[in-house]
């Protein structure tokens, strides 16, 4: 089955205290994207990924990393969680080389993140 | 100015009635149009999308484009229950970026 696979769908963690969410993709998309959705503010871009090794950040990129060692995964690092990084957090990859050829991402289904 | 902007909603339609949901935008250059729907507890999908001015329709979906505007709508006919949901504007301002606005949310009323 085709699919985004997100790690782990809920944690709850401590301030300071580096996680990874893990995003693995089964399609062989090129396209990798991280995205966080909160009320009000809607869907806003983290980081994205064009292809293996290439990064770029997205909107609202500070507190975060992300790499592309491999075109199947692409981890979301938060080194010093804080409390304003609670949220939930989409993974979404795309057949083209770009997600706004046909605007069809993937997403998988999602990560709440609460920091204390 | 935001980005992408849409009412947030809520909106409620009556079923079997047309529900018209809106988006505007700020950037001129923007070249491609995308309407998502997300359940609650779920990662959204991609119901349609549009590159021209003008109506593009798909079942009981219509996506309308509005480039002079800067406006972009969605119309849902024949509302059905499971219609019910937040629908998401997005935008691509830039190759390789896909702004969303912050979601309608629709309830069809049985």
């Known amino acids: 089955e085709a699919q985004v696979t997100q790690n782990p769908r809920y944690l709850i963690t401590v301030t300071g205290k580096k996680l990874t969410v893990t995003c693995s993709q089964n399609?062989?998309?090129?396209?990798m994207s991280w995205y966080r959705q909160d009320p009000g503010l809607g869907l806003r871009q983290i980081y994205y990924?064009?292809?293996?090794?290439?990064?770029d950040k997205g909107d609202v990129p500070e507190g975060y990393k992300v790499s592309r060692k491999e075109k199947r995964n692409f981890p979301l690092i938060l080194e010093s969680p804080s409390p304003n990084q609670t949220s939930l957090y989409f993974c979404?990859?795309?057949?083209?080389?770009?997600?706004?050829?046909?605007?069809?991402?993937?997403f998988g289904e999602g990560s709440r993140l609460t920091v204390l | 100015q935001k980005e992408v902007e849409q009412n947030s909603g809520p909106l409620s339609v009556p079923e079997g009635a047309i529900a018209s949901l809106n988006c505007t935008y700020s950037?001129?250059?923007?070249?491609?149009f995308f309407w998502y729907r997300q359940y609650s507890g779920k990662s959204p999908e991609l119901i349609m999308f549009?590159?021209?001015?003008g109506d593009k329709e798909d079942g009981r979906f219509t996506a309308q484009l509005n480039k002079a505007s800067q406006y972009v709508s969605l119309l849902i006919r024949d509302s059905q229950p499971s219609d019910s949901a937040t629908y998401l504007c997005?935008?691509?301002?830039?190759?390789?970026?896909?702004?969303f606005g912050t979601g309608t949310r629709l309830t069809i009323i049985p």
């Open positions: 950037d001129r250059g923007s070249q491609s």
């Open positions: 979404a990859s795309s057949p083209m080389g770009w997600a706004g050829d046909s605007g069809e991402l993937f």
């Open positions: 399609m062989n998309h090129e396209y």
């Open positions: 997005a935008v691509s301002p830039l190759r390789e970026k896909l702004t």
């Open positions: 990924s064009m292809n293996v090794e290439v990064t």
């Open positions: 549009i590159y021209s001015n």
